[in-house]
């Protein structure tokens, strides 16, 4: 069973137009991380999400973190074709410092 | 400003050999975590190391694999006798101290003849 699900799996969309990629669970996490990683290299970490309600913004992408603290939500706005990537989250849970990673969201954007 | 740096890139080993992966963390930072990914699977936590302390191993098999964070020089991963099934890339996070962020290498892709 995978804590953190991510949904969709495959996402394929045109430059230009908006989406949302979802990371749910029905436990709570401490913090939640964002990461994107390109084939052949590692993940790079987007954005840390620590309180409920949280909302973070890093240009064209806006993150937040539910009010329970057990999902999260990524909004790309105005998508270009360097958003292409597998998009992780990772999160926390109590005190523990290990990170439980979701599968991952496969975004292509076509230009 | 290095980051995270992993070594060898990819390592190619015959079923009953030992693998050994090596990671440098970034500057400045003490903590190490090791995680596992396989091909359409999720990056699974295997160790968790402090400068010559292992504080978390829930994830690493029991058998064959150990790891080790020495005061001088990288984080070592090792896997004895190796099998097919640990096939996988295995990637070295580290952090500045506990509840920071982990930054990540770029991986050891390890291939099992």
């Known amino acids: 069973t995978q804590l953190l699900k991510q949904s969709p799996q495959f996402l394929s969309i045109q430059e230009g137009e908006n989406l949302t990629v979802y990371c749910n669970s029905s436990s709570v996490f401490s913090s939640l991380q964002w990461y994107r990683q390109e084939p052949g290299e590692g993940p790079v970490l987007l954005v840390t999400v620590v309180t409920g309600g949280e909302v973070k913004k890093l240009k064209r992408l806006t993150f937040q973190f539910g009010d329970a603290r057990k999902d999260s939500s990524l909004h790309i706005t105005a998508a270009q074709p360097g958003d292409t990537g597998l998009y992780l989250c990772a999160g926390r849970q109590g005190g523990s410092e290990k990170l439980v990673f979701g599968k991952g969201t496969k975004l292509t954007v076509n230009p | 400003n290095a980051g995270v740096m992993q070594n060898p890139r990819h390592l190619v080993r015959r079923r009953g050999q030992e693998a050994r992966l090596r990671c440098s963390p970034m500057?400045?930072?003490?903590?190490v975590y090791w995680y596992r990914q396989l091909p359409e699977e999720g990056l699974k936590f295997m160790v968790y190391l402090q400068k010559e302390n292992i504080i978390d191993e829930s994830g690493m098999p029991k058998e064959r694999f150990s790891a080790e964070f020495p005061k001088e020089g990288p984080s070592i991963l090792r896997i004895q006798q190796v099998v097919r099934g640990d096939s996988a890339a295995y990637f070295c996070a580290s952090s500045l101290s506990i509840n920071q962020p982990q930054h990540f290498g770029d991986g050891t892709r390890l291939s099992i003849l």
């Open positions: 500057k400045g930072h003490s903590h």
